[in-house]
């Protein structure tokens, strides 16, 4: 089975769900709101189901390729004591690669250059759709109408497609949470190459890049809507005390470079990712708190799932049946996960609650650790052809 389909969102979720249909043999474009591709982001980790789902897609060897290997690390409380090792070496034994880490804008145009350019259309916002006809969907672009039989929404978690499709929805809220990060200036000299410190109410956590170069988070509790016009010094003041490499990276780090953003999340879950022939993928269908490193990865399985769905069913109606089916409970289901990590890991404030975490934490053998991660990223994807 083949045809025409139209993307909407020229992100992740977006650019992968172009490849997954083009590998089954589908016209596709991609419709990006954005007026030029800027590539911003900081950076990213990938875990072995995203990865998985990236072999799928055709384009696996060449993201691990850029992407740097997350061997060493774990968490830390913020005078640099140990809670919890990571063990890249085991999460490599178990699942075929470790955690890796690339920077967003890298993996974008790795996506980008595997599709043809004519398939990007920069620049069109989708703002409807013509759902009159029970076979097509018209996508309204500027003074055209592309006509599509599949039509992928991915236009992450403040969704427009879902708020159309879903009237009823209460669409996200704010998980209580807001996060700053960056890409340092130049390399920077790191003893591991992933870690978490968790402190009252805050996480600072960092990745290693293949290039020397790091990317740092911060997630902090706080109220909506708040910004600094020196994001940076605020950050500097806030960690100062808490242990190397935090300062050294904040450190290396250029005003201009830091990006905020609050967090939103889907709690009310979505009663189908589906809706006539529209799909729903990626933050779009799923938005998640970031406490897993899972939003990425979920989104990379539901473009490898609707590829294989697409290609193996007789018609588009069974194929996004068999899509909400497959996609739907496990995508919920870390989307829930990964809520309940924030709430006892990053959001904690209390100092009782804090103290009673870390002394879990640290009595817990370093396999329940592992098995937290290979409950999530053990996953096998569909084969496309």
Known sequence: MGGTAAVVGGGIGGLAAALGLRRIGWEVRVAERAAALADAGAGISLHANGLRALDALGVGAEVRAAAR??????????????????????LERELGSPIVGIPRAVLHRLLRAALPA?????????????????DRVGVPLGDRVLDADLVVAADGVHSRLRGLLFPDHP???????????????????????????????????HIGFADGRAEWHAVL??????????????LRERFRDWHEPIPALL??????????HDIHELVTPLPAFTAGR?????????AMTPHLGQGACQALEDAATLAAVLAGEP?????????????????????RA???????????????????????????????????????????PPRLV
């Open 118 to 134: 004519e398939c990007l259309l920069v620049g069109e916002t989708v703002h409807t759709l013509d759902l009159s006809a029970p």
């Open 69 to 90: 290997p997350q061997y060493t690390g774990g968490t830390r409380t913020p005078n640099g004591r140990w809670l919890a090792r990571m063990d890249g070496t085991l």
């Open 315 to 335: 018609s588009v109606g069974a194929a996004l049946a068999r899509y909400d089916a497959e996609r739907r409970p496990r995508a919920q289901s870390v989307a």
């Open 171 to 205: 669409g996200p809220v704010y998980g209580g949470s807001t996060v700053l990060r960056a890409i340092t200036d130049g390399p920077v000299e790191v003893r591991t190459d992933f870690e978490l410190t968790w402190g009252p109410g805050a996480e600072f956590g």
């Open 221 to 234: 509790n706080a109220p909506p809507g708040v910004r600094h016009t020196d994001p940076l010094g605020v």
């Open 251 to 260: 450190a290396a780090t250029r005003p201009e470079a830091v990006l905020h």
């Open 338 to 380: 990964a809520r309940q990590a924030g709430r006892m890991g990053q959001q904690l404030s209390h100092p009782l609650a804090v103290a009673l975490r870390d002394t879990g934490l640290r009595l817990a053998p370093s396999r329940a650790t592992m098995r937290a991660i290979l409950r999530h990223a053990d996953w096998t």
């Open 278 to 286: 529209v799909a729903l993928l990626g933050d779009a269908a799923h």
